[in-house]
């Protein structure tokens, strides 16, 4: 999944990030959402699968990769996210490709 990332929506002027993207807090802030909706059954289930491979800072899109099973999970969780941090975000899922895209 290619996956764009908006910090602080709701702010008029964006003047500086109030957080800096990196793989570590994409991929907890996803974690923590299957967590909380998935429960440890549905985390522990695409632990095996789920990465976040690619993170821009400046442009602020990502790639994120699932098993053909478990996209759809992921990508639920990817839109109930509403933080990392203490700053508030929106996701967006630009593309999706792979195996599943051939189903």
């Known amino acids: 999944m290619v996956v764009e990332v908006f910090l602080d929506p709701d702010k008029e002027l964006p003047m500086d990030d109030p957080v800096i993207l990196t793989q570590f ?3 907890k802030a996803i974690r923590d959402n299957i967590l909380v909706n998935f429960s440890e059954c549905g ?13 821009n800072p400046i442009t ?5 990769k699932a098993s053909m099973e478990d996209f759809q999970k ?4 990817i839109t109930m996210v509403r933080s990392i941090g203490n700053c508030l ?4 899922v630009l593309d999706l490709s ?3 895209m051939q189903l």
């Open 25 to 27: 807090n994409v991929s």
């Open 43 to 55: 985390l522990a289930s695409l632990l095996g699968s789920f990465q976040v491979k690619y993170v």
């Open 60 to 64: 602020k899109l990502c790639i994120i």
């Open 74 to 77: 992921v990508w639920s969780a």
């Open 89 to 92: 975000v929106l996701f967006n």
């Open 98 to 100: 792979g195996e599943f």
